[in-house]
């Protein structure tokens, strides 16, 4: 039996999210050094949320099974 999603741990809750909240654009927006305190809350510039890219396996390049045996075909 499956555990409901409301019990798992708060990291594995966690996933790529579109939209930020005003604080995390007010964060990142500061880490870039695009925001200072002077600068009013609303109306933040866009902020790009890019979604992280998972690497895919990569396959050996190995001899098929008619190459294995020496005969091609």
């Known amino acids: 039996m499956s ?8 990291n594995s809750l966690e996933r790529h999210r579109n939209v930020l909240t005003r604080a995390e654009r007010v964060e990142r927006l500061k880490s870039q ?3 200072t305190e002077d600068m ?18 990569k396959v050996k390049a190995g001899p098929t ?9």
Do not use: C, F, H, Q
């Open 3 to 10: 555990i409901d999603r409301s019990l798992r741990s708060k």
């Open 33 to 35: 050094e695009r925001y």
């Open 40 to 57: 009013s809350p609303l109306g933040l510039p866009k902020v790009l949320n890019p979604k992280p890219k998972t690497g895919k396996k």
């Open 65 to 73: 099974a008619g190459e294995e045996d020496g005969k091609k075909g």
